[in-house]
């Protein structure tokens, strides 16, 4: 795979994570069904226009799929927090009400996300990732992402499978 080809990927990624977010939101249902219905129906849109094949479209749905339930696993643990920080009783107007419902609520959410998933844990090289910290497996050496790109072999040890360890470089 080229340069240009990994551009390419990368910069659809992005187009197909909006496209998804926008047929989500559109969707009115927040559930995990219609969550993966916007993904399925923004893969067939890019292969329709011509932007990507139907395996690169594969790929870039389950980098998708694999990218939010490590958002998802990020985002439990903060709400998690979060709960315990506002306990009910410590609790004594809206605002805060209202925000420990809407904690509890994504929490759930973004758990149950974390198990739909195929597969989170293992990102590998030629992948294309969102901006954040990569580590690899055989060496630990961390790579910093800026923005979405492809993931190439560890600096340190040419190694090809890595572990992510935050969601902001």
Known sequence: MTNNDDSKLAHTYEKMA?????????????TLASLEKAL??????????????????????????????????HFHSLSEQAKKQLKKDNLQAGFL????????????????????AESGSSYHTGQVTVAGVLRCRACDKEMHFKKTGSIPPCPGCRGTDFVRVSSET
């Open 97 to 116: 009400d209202l925000t420990a419902a809407l904690s509890h609520g994504a929490s759930d959410m973004f758990s149950k996300l974390a198990e739909w």
């Open 18 to 30: 909006a496209k998804a977010r926008e047929l989500f939101t559109e969707s009115g249902e927040k």
């Open 40 to 73: 399925e129906k923004a893969r067939d849109h890019f292969v329709a226009i011509g932007d990507i094949t139907h395996n690169e479209s594969s790929h870039l749905k389950f980098y998708l799929r694999r990218d939010l339930e490590q958002s998802a696993k």
